[in-house]
């Protein structure tokens, strides 16, 4: 009797070390699974320009200050700026829905998608009427921003961009080739074109400190451009002096100083044409500014340093042309350096 008692302790025993073992083991199994998940998840996420790129989605704020989480690869998406157009369609992504375009920048590959109004005046309905998983809209305009509780309420996906400069673009590049996962595009079309910038910036003398002046001249308005907008900020990093920076507001569409551009005298002076019917436009000009005496004494018009710039690149965005708009603008300002 005695002798069951103790073969019954020592089989008790032996239970009890093969249910911990097993315990044990079950633990370690689970501690490893799920370090394994904790680390394919890293893997398979990355961070650039302050978006989060995961395995099925993409996380970012857009010019709402919103954070956004959108899944990839969206089928049936309307883009309300044609600049984004352009940075979407060249990052493999398909639409069914754009704004009208100019015939001065056509976006290849979109011709066949919906037509659903123009810049200021878009159709709400149309765009319902595609059933979009995905609508990018405009940040800068307070018109499509109306829009957007509409087409929250309807279930569909928003995000509002803002384009000003460079690095919006690089952005925006990272965002819509993340979304329709297409690395090889963001490579061509954000890391060569900016590996190739910066090539020209480097090349760009640094003791020059050439003035410039930039304008923007429509059939009814002529002001000047600073180096916080889309051109200026390309001839700032080209060491250029930017005389409207410090105009305290004397080169603006309502006080555009002929006499601030005197005092001045840049060696540069670029136009940026807006609108379509240059003879308006050009009799803007000639009325508000070539007209008085004192502009043909200007070193820039008197050295043929008055330049109208091409719209296609520096009244449209550039997007995937960037670099070529740098090298334009070195061309003009260092033509011993950059060949014409």
Not at 118 to 130: G, H, M, P
Not at 146 to 154: A, G, Q, T, Y
Not at 215 to 243: P, Q, R
Request: with cysteine.
């Amino acid at each position: 009797m005695k002798k069951r008692g103790i073969a019954l302790v020592l089989l008790l025993i032996l239970l009890s070390s093969v249910i911990i073992g097993c315990s044990k083991q079950s633990s370690k199994l689970d501690t490893q699974k799920n370090n394994e998940t904790l680390l394919d998840t890293e893997e398979n996420t990355k961070e650039e320009y302050g978006i989060k790129i995961n395995k099925e989605t993409v996380t970012f704020t857009d010019s709402r200050n919103k954070k956004i989480t959108l899944n990839k690869h969206p089928e049936r998406v309307v883009v309300l700026l044609n600049s984004y157009l352009e940075i979407w369609a060249n990052a493999g992504g398909s639409v069914v829905g754009r704004l009208e375009e100019s015939k001065e920048k056509i976006v290849k590959g979109t011709e066949n998608a919906e037509v659903v109004g123009t810049q200021r005046s878009i159709s709400l309905e149309k765009v319902l009427s595609l059933k979009p998983d995905l609508v990018i809209l405009n940040g800068n305009s307070s018109s499509q921003m109306e829009l957007v509780p509409i087409l929250e309420d309807n279930g569909i996906g928003v995000t509002a961009l803002s384009y000003f400069k460079k690095d919006d673009y690089f952005k925006f590049v990272r965002l819509f080739t993340a979304l329709n996962e297409n690395e090889d595009s963001y490579k061509v079309n954000a890391l060569k074109i900016k590996e190739d910038i910066n090539k020209i910036i480097e090349k760009t003398p640094k003791n020059k400190n050439y003035k410039v002046l930039v304008m923007m001249a429509s059939a009814n308005t002529i002001k000047a451009y600073e180096s916080d907008s889309y051109v200026g900020e390309m001839l700032k990093d080209l060491n250029t002096i930017n005389i409207a920076d410090t105009s305290n507001g004397n080169l603006s569409d309502v006080n555009f100083s002929l006499e601030k551009i005197i005092e001045e005298d840049p060696d540069f002076i670029f136009v940026s044409p807006m609108g379509s019917d240059m003879e308006k436009i050009n009799d803007k000009l000639k009325k508000d500014v070539e007209s008085n005496p004192a502009w043909a004494s200007l070193k820039a018009v008197k050295e043929d340093k008055y330049i109208f710039l091409p719209k296609e690149l520096y009244r449209y965005k550039a997007n995937n042309r960037y670099a070529e708009a740098y090298e334009g603008l070195a061309k003009h300002l260092y033509p011993d350096i950059f060949e014409q």
